[in-house]
């Protein structure tokens, strides 16, 4: 946890939470089936991801993939009781001690969704670079600027600092996502090539950016990649065409809302409740269950 203002009162809002009973009415619904909780990461370390962990087991859930979830959704599988998906975006590279290591060691399921460029050049992610190149004011756009304007005019700036601006390696490498991928536990799904904001892409970079992702995953590990998440959870009508022209079944948002049956109408608009790496585990306890969200609905419109 960062020790400031903000986090403090977050702190002392979410043991609130905790202590009136708002956790655990959410955990009793659960438990009768009302709805599965859908929660994912970035780069945790791996306190922080085996706490998670540790704490949905102690409370008597149970760990579901995205296959299952999309079992369920089919009704090949029955709605279940007390249930949550792990998912992870980007494939940060410590993501195979931090994640994949615990995972195996308490046998549950959980995603990866990777961006490819990453992986396979060891370039960082593009953000890394601005945010750096901001220290040493070389570009005046900061990141969340960046992610508004037109890829192909964000694509040209990040290009022009990249040399200036050297980062070791974030991601995973090829070799180590085939491993964790021939694990069994932590499946590898698609998160695009290089991480646009596909809402500022032309028709055929989105296009490029959710089928060649899913062309270069299945040719490194030799299974068929089928889930996607959307970056920064942006997306539009036309995003949802391409995955279902390239064979995806489901798209996961960062949309924090339950995932119940009413969700499957959708299976491209899946909700997730987010887990923040600066934060209290109290507040990550809140926001895992949708304690911390103001009345979260428990449809997966958005």
Same mark, same amino acid.
């Given at each position: 946890?960062?020790?400031?203002?903000?986090?403090?009162?977050?702190?002392?809002?979410?043991?609130?939470?905790?202590?009136?009973?708002?956790?655990?009415?959410?955990?009793?619904?659960?438990?009768?089936?009302?709805?599965?909780?859908?929660?994912?990461?970035?780069?945790?370390?791996?306190?922080?991801?085996?706490?998670?962990?540790?704490?949905?087991?102690?409370?008597?859930?149970?760990?579901?993939?995205?296959?299952?979830?999309?079992?369920?959704?089919?009704?090949?599988?029955? *709605?279940?009781?007390?249930?949550?998906? *792990?998912?992870?975006?980007?494939?940060?590279?410590?993501?195979?001690?931090?994640?994949?290591?615990?995972?195996?060691?308490?046998?549950?399921?959980?995603?990866?969704?990777?961006?490819?460029?990453?992986?396979?050049?060891?370039?960082?992610?593009?953000?890394?670079?601005?945010?750096?190149?901001?220290?040493?004011?070389?570009?005046?756009?900061?990141?969340?600027? $960046?992610?508004?304007?037109?890829?192909?005019?964000?694509?040209?700036?990040?290009?022009?600092?990249?040399?200036?601006?050297?980062?070791?390696?974030?991601? $995973?490498?090829?070799?180590?996502?085939?491993?964790?991928?021939?694990?069994?536990?932590?499946?590898?799904?698609?998160?695009?090539?290089?991480?646009?904001?596909?809402?500022?892409?032309?028709?055929?970079?989105?296009?490029?950016?959710? $089928?060649?992702?899913?062309?270069?995953?299945?040719?490194?590990?030799?299974?068929?990649?089928?889930?996607?998440?959307?970056?920064?959870?942006? *997306?539009?009508?036309?995003?949802?065409?391409?995955?279902?022209?390239?064979?995806?079944?489901?798209?996961?948002?960062?949309?924090?809302?339950?995932?119940?049956?009413?969700?499957?109408?959708?299976?491209?608009?899946?909700?997730?409740?987010?887990?923040?790496?600066?934060?209290?585990?109290?507040?990550?306890?809140?926001?895992?269950?949708?304690?911390?969200?103001?009345?979260?609905?428990?449809?997966?419109?958005?």
């Amino acid at each position: 946890m960062v020790f400031n203002k903000r986090n403090i009162a977050a702190y002392l809002l979410s043991r609130y939470l905790m202590l009136t009973g708002k956790v655990k009415q959410i955990k009793n619904r659960a438990d009768k089936g009302e709805f599965i909780l859908s929660v994912y990461f970035h780069d945790p370390d791996k306190k922080l991801f085996e706490s998670c962990v540790r704490w949905f087991l102690n409370n008597g859930f149970s760990f579901i993939s995205t296959n299952d979830l999309e079992a369920i959704a089919k009704k090949e599988k029955p *709605f279940p009781k007390a249930s949550v998906l *792990f998912t992870v975006d980007d494939g940060w590279k410590g993501n195979k001690e931090n994640i994949a290591e615990v995972a195996n060691r308490y046998k549950i399921p959980v995603t990866i969704f990777a961006s490819t460029q990453p992986i396979a050049t060891g370039e960082a992610y593009w953000w890394s670079y601005i945010a750096e190149a901001n220290k040493k004011g070389l570009v005046s756009q900061s990141v969340s600027e $960046l992610k508004k304007v037109a890829n192909e005019e964000r694509v040209k700036i990040v290009q022009a600092v990249r040399a200036k601006v050297p980062i070791q390696r974030e991601a $995973l490498t090829v070799d180590e996502l085939k491993e964790i991928s021939a694990d069994g536990l932590v499946s590898i799904e698609s998160h695009t090539v290089t991480h646009p904001i596909l809402i500022t892409c032309s028709d055929e970079q989105s296009r490029f950016e959710i $089928l060649e992702s899913k062309t270069i995953l299945e040719t490194w590990l030799q299974k068929k990649v089928k889930h996607f998440a959307y970056p920064n959870g942006l *997306f539009t009508n036309r995003e949802i065409k391409f995955l279902q022209e390239a064979g995806y079944t489901s798209a996961y948002t960062t949309v924090p809302e339950y995932i119940t049956a009413e969700s499957f109408r959708d299976m491209y608009r899946l909700p997730r409740f987010d887990v923040l790496e600066t934060v209290s585990f109290a507040e990550n306890i809140c926001r895992m269950t949708g304690a911390w969200f103001d009345k979260p609905s428990l449809s997966a419109k958005g």
